[in-house]
């Protein structure tokens, strides 16, 4: 299922605009929010993000060409019946999300060292790349310089917690350790980085044949697994290629990167 997943995920990624660095940007996303996951961070926030915030800052900016020509900034934003249930609607929706958070976990929530640390770096990161930034023209998208505002709030927030918390503990908390399968992690990331580099080379029907088995057969790190059943997963990765091909190039004719093979 993960290698399935991996290539339909690349395949998708590089046929909205037949670019390899959309590829390279979802692996690096990918990886990070693996990472964040281990240490309590949705990937829900992030992908909606991606999606929705190229549209939402476009359609902020044309509101704020119209405010302008218009009325002003808060009658065309906070007033009429149907902004002004919106908000109702965004304000209940973040209330309920607190409050449901937060209800019963009050006595479980404890923050550590490893929420200090985090809170540490996403601060720093959100500080140098605010720095970075040039906008002078108003025109300028201003969507990334308000999250990283937020973005180093909350970080700054979590630092200051994580510390008081643990300058009062009085007795040391054993903190279980986030467990990270280190050999698995990076062969599969080895594999992916192979997988990706070789598409151009050999194509990406081929290519995604020998990543398919491969991943199947190798992954598990377990030499007794390698060669059992080597039959079915040469067949289960020459039948799933195969539905690809049928599908996407025959009777959808979609470009995929081709290379040595097919």
């Given at each position: ?5 991996v ?8 046929c909205?605009q037949n670019?390899?660095?959309d590829v390279?940007?979802m692996f ?12 309590g ?12 915030g190229g549209?939402?800052?476009n ?8 405010a ?8 065309h934003?906070f007033t ?5 249930i919106?908000?109702?609607i ?7 999300g607190i ?5 019963g976990?009050t006595k479980k929530?404890r ?5 200090a ?6 601060l720093l990161?959100?500080?140098v ?10 025109l300028?998208?201003i ?5 990283l ?10 630092l ?11 007795e040391?908390?054993e ?7 280190f050999?698995?992690?990076?062969f599969s990331?080895?594999l992916?980085?192979g997988?990706?580099s070789?598409l151009n080379?050999?194509?990406?029907y ?8 491969v991943?199947?057969?190798i992954?598990?790190l ?9 039959h079915n997963?040469?067949?289960t990765?020459?039948?799933?290629v195969?539905i ?6 025959m009777?959808l ?10």
């Amino acid at each position: 299922m993960a290698a399935s997943i991996v290539i339909l995920a690349t395949f998708g990624t590089y046929c909205v605009q037949n670019s390899f660095h959309d590829v390279i940007v979802m692996f690096a996303l990918g990886t990070l929010m693996y990472i964040g996951n281990k240490f309590g961070f949705s990937a829900l926030p992030v992908v909606m993000g991606v999606i929705l915030g190229g549209i939402a800052e476009n359609n902020f900016l044309k509101g704020l060409l119209i405010a302008d020509a218009g009325k002003g900034l808060l009658p065309h934003f906070f007033t009429g019946p149907i902004n002004i249930i919106l908000i109702l609607i965004c304000a209940t929706s973040i209330a309920y999300g607190i409050y449901s958070g937060r209800k019963g976990e009050t006595k479980k929530m404890r923050v550590g060292r490893s929420d200090a640390i985090v809170g540490g770096v996403i601060l720093l990161y959100a500080i140098v790349v605010y720095s970075s930034m040039k906008a002078k023209d108003p025109l300028t998208p201003i969507f990334p310089a308000a999250t990283l505002i937020i973005m180093g709030s909350l970080s700054l927030l979590l630092l200051i917690l994580s510390l008081a918390s643990m300058m009062a503990r009085k007795e040391p908390r054993e903190v279980s350790p986030v467990h990270f399968p280190f050999s698995r992690i990076i062969f599969s990331g080895l594999l992916i980085i192979g997988y990706l580099s070789a598409l151009n080379i050999l194509g990406f029907y081929f290519t995604a044949f020998v990543f398919y088995l491969v991943f199947a057969s190798i992954v598990a790190l377990d030499r007794e697994a390698i060669f059992s059943r080597l039959h079915n997963k040469v067949l289960t990765s020459v039948l799933f290629v195969f539905i690809l091909y049928m599908l996407f190039k025959m009777l959808l004719k979609v470009q995929t990167p081709t290379g040595l093979a097919f």
